[in-house]
């Protein structure tokens, strides 16, 4: 059987935040490995869709450096980051790509896989004002799941820890929980989550509760089931 390896890259911190008054952010890239390896850094915009999908794009919104680093065992350096633009009015999100390059004189292996590794750091540049605001928006019983919509119309992302959803009877005893991890909400964007609840116990669900751990607290909502026919059949 073959076997697979790859470098050990640690990147420090794991989440990187411009502010106004600061010109720039240090983040520190590690070889953990026992060979010499060659790295790249590369810098996108950040999008993504309500089921947390993202789409980066290639931009010259930040600058950094160096974006080529060959990195000895054990060795540590820094990549400088920065924003020359002035602050807007909502918080701008990025992606810095940090990914191992294929050796120059590649060994042979004969039974070998190299996996390049890849680390994905995000950034952040704050806006103007900063308005931390998060809220369900949806929390209901609809065709056998829980279906709850977050929405963030503050002008700062938050961070959801965990997402748990229950279903409680006509006196309120607990029939089901379902619980999911959670992911970024950027500015003005809404995540969705869909949860299948079994056609038996879905038929006694009255109310619907939702409690959501953020990095900025906890948000709790509790909802009536007025769902025509919520249950599948």
């Known amino acids: 059987m073959g076997t ?10 794991v989440r990187l935040e411009l502010d106004s008054g600061t010109r720039g952010v240090v983040m520190n890239v590690r070889n953990k490995g026992t060979e010499t390896t060659r790295f790249q850094a590369s810098v996108y915009s950040w999008v993504q869709d309500e089921e947390g999908r993202m789409s980066l794009a290639p931009t010259q919104d930040l600058f950094f450096f160096p974006s080529l680093l060959t990195l000895e ?12 633009s002035a602050p807007q009015e909502t ?6 790509v940090v990914e191992e390059l294929p050796p120059l004189q590649p060994t042979t292996q004969a039974t070998g896989l190299n996996v390049l590794t890849r680390v994905s750091i995000p ?8 308005t931390i605001q998060g809220q369900i928006e949806e929390a209901v019983l609809r065709e056998s799941k829980f279906h709850v919509r977050v929405k963030n119309p503050g002008t700062v992302n ?6 748990r959803v229950r279903g409680l009877d ?11 991890p959670g992911w970024y909400v950027l500015a003005g964007d809404s995540q969705v989550y869909a949860m299948d609840v079994a056609g038996k116990t879905c038929r006694k669900v009255r109310t619907v509760e939702v409690e959501m751990e953020t990095d900025q607290g906890v948000l709790r909502q509790t909802s009536p089931v007025t769902t025509p026919s919520p249950c599948a059949r």
């Open 123 to 130: 950034v952040f540049v704050a806006p103007k004002k900063k």
């Open 91 to 96: 918080e701008r999100s990025f992606r810095i």
């Open 73 to 84: 065992p054990g060795e540590s350096r820094p990549i400088r980051v920065g924003s020359s």
């Open 170 to 180: 006509e006196k309120g005893k607990r029939l089901v929980e379902q619980e999911e």
């Open 158 to 163: 938050f961070f959801i820890r965990n997402l």
């Open 4 to 13: 697979a390896s790859a470098a050990e890259l640690d990147v420090s911190p």
